[in-house]
T-cell receptor, first 114, second 116 residues
Framework: TQLLEQSPQFLSIQEGENLTVYCNSSSVFSSLQWYRQEPGEGPVLLVTVVTGGEVKKLKRLTFQFGDARKDSSLHITAAQPGDTGLYLC??????????????FGKGTLLTVNP | DTAVSQTPKYLVTQMGNDKSIKCEQNLGHDTMYWYKQDSKKFLKIMFSYNNKELIINETVPNRFSPKSPDKAHLNLHINSLELGDSAVYFC???????????????FGQGTRLTVV
């Protein structure tokens, strides 16, 4: 059973288009993070959202955490070829006392064509 | 200086062999992780160590044995390698084991393991 469902799994769009990636779960997370991974590299953190309903903006990227802290979305405005990559959401769940475990979704592979 | 470094970057080996992957972080973090990323890009946690203590041990075959000589190092030893072990293995570290809300995981560049 996949704890975090990401959709779509693949997305190929033209430069200038807008897109939204979704991350859904039945679990409540302490926080939720979005990472971007480029080929041959490890994932790199884009943003962390903590409060239900929180919205964060990073240039053309807008991240939203659901009110119930079970889901999140990433919206990219006017996508550029440089946005191409694998986008991963990750939820932090408390595990074994005060420890937390970061669980990743399967990722959305985004290709922005010039 | 690379924050989280893993060696080797590529590893090709035959079935049945034993191999190790090393990881070091110079960020002063308390917690280190091993993740496995399969061919479909699914990133799954394997182990988590906090100050050399095993915190998380997911359902991983006991052929995989992590070793943390100090909190800056977390190595992964794999015995009797199988074809299904082929994947990219990522080491990561973070500042604290508690969900502070802004705890970021820093990843190494990955080790692409190919078992033939």
């Amino acid at each position: 059973t996949q704890l975090l469902e990401q959709s779509p799994q693949f997305l190929s769009i033209q430069e200038g288009e807008n897109l939204t990636v979704y991350c859904n779960s039945s679990s409540v997370f302490s926080s939720l993070q979005w990472y971007r991974q480029e080929p041959g590299e490890g994932p790199v953190l884009l943003v962390t959202v903590v409060t239900g309903g929180e919205v964060k903006k990073l240039k053309r990227l807008t991240f939203q955490f659901g009110d119930a802290r079970k889901d999140s979305s990433l919206h990219i405005t006017a996508a550029q070829p440089g946005d191409t990559g694998l986008y991963l959401c990750a939820g932090a769940l408390v595990s074994k006392g005060s420890n937390y475990k970061l669980t990743f979704g399967k990722g959305t592979l985004l290709t922005v064509n010039p | 200086d690379t924050a989280v470094s893993q060696t080797p970057k590529y590893l090709v080996t035959q079935m049945g062999n034993d191999k190790s992957i090393k990881c070091e972080q110079n960020l002063g973090h308390d917690t280190m992780y091993w993740y496995k990323q399969d061919s479909k890009k699914f990133l799954k946690i394997m182990f988590s160590y906090n100050n050399k203590e095993l915190i998380i041990n997911e359902t991983v075959p006991n052929r995989f044995s992590p070793k943390s000589p100090d909190k800056a190092h977390l190595n992964l030893h794999i015995n009797s390698l199988e074809l299904g072990d082929s994947a990219v293995y990522f080491c990561a570290s973070s500042q604290d084991r508690t969900p502070l809300g802004n705890t970021e995981a820093f990843f190494g560049q990955g080790t692409r393991l190919t078992v033939v």
